[in-house]
């Protein structure tokens, strides 16, 4: 069975520092990673995705995630955060190709951005 | 464009009840999933629907059951509740059928509280 886990349960920055937030994955074959944000009070968004291909991702909002498949790793980074990255960020994989969307998410790490 | 809704926002039940969940897809989208999601964790996939018909399924005992109707809202029903059923669940909608490459749309979730 697959299973995500997130490196850190919580962290806090101060404004204009770099981040970056661990994922790891456990799943034998193809699989697609995704980046899912929940700002406060809001419904989970899509930050970016990885199905194929260059293994550095670009999303919404300057994050980007790098696949590392020797590591089974997904990390989510962002050069400068700001106050307004403060959220919960859930790391989530499926397996690749038109298996259904039986997403596994991570338990999810909660961002606090201090002005 | 209408997105993703859910009703109602909260539920107070008490345990042994029988409850209804509902979800409102996104326009056009034809498969909807349902999560739960704990206190402090990561959604759990419960199971998806795809043109009316159960397409997969978590690790949920039967009486966590669904319905997706013609116009392709849906139904979550939880019979027998439990304490552990407290959660906050969530209905994510897309369109093209099974495949994983396409995005999921989340809406804000019911929260259900068991006593």
């Known amino acids: 069975a697959q299973s995500v886990s997130q490196h850190n349960h919580h962290v806090i920055l101060s404004e204009a520092a770099s981040l970056e937030l661990g994922c790891n994955y456990s799943?034998?074959?193809?699989?697609?990673l995704f980046w899912y944000v929940q700002y406060p009070g809001q419904h989970l968004q899509l930050l970016l995705k990885y199905f194929s291909g260059d293994p550095l991702v670009k999303g919404i909002k300057g994050f980007e995630a790098e696949f590392i498949k020797s590591k089974f790793s997904f990390n989510l980074r962002k050069p400068s955060v700001q106050w307004s990255d403060t959220a919960e960020y859930f790391c989530?994989?499926?397996?690749?190709?038109?298996?259904?969307?039986?997403?596994?998410f991570g338990p999810g790490t909660r961002l606090s951005v201090l002005p | 464009e209408t997105g993703v809704t859910q009703s109602p926002t909260h539920l107070i039940k008490t345990r042994g009840q029988q409850v209804t969940l509902r979800c409102s897809s996104q326009?056009?989208?034809?498969?909807v999933s349902w999560y739960q999601q704990a206190l402090g964790q990561g959604p759990q996939f419960i199971f998806q629907?795809?043109?009316?018909?159960?397409?997969g399924r978590g690790n949920f005992p039967p009486r966590f059951s669904g319905l997706q109707f013609p116009n392709y809202s849906s139904e979550l029903n939880v019979n027998a509740l439990e304490l552990d059923d407290s959660a906050l669940y969530l209905c994510?909608?897309?369109?093209?059928?099974?495949?994983?490459?396409?995005?999921?749309?989340f809406g804000p979730g019911t929260r259900l509280t068991v006593l």
């Open positions: 989530a994989v499926t397996p690749g190709g038109n298996y259904g969307q039986n997403f596994v």
């Open positions: 629907y795809y043109r009316e018909e159960e397409n």
């Open positions: 799943y034998g074959g193809t699989v697609n």
């Open positions: 326009s056009g989208h034809n498969t």
């Open positions: 994510a909608s897309s369109l093209g059928g099974l495949s994983s490459y396409n995005e999921q749309f």
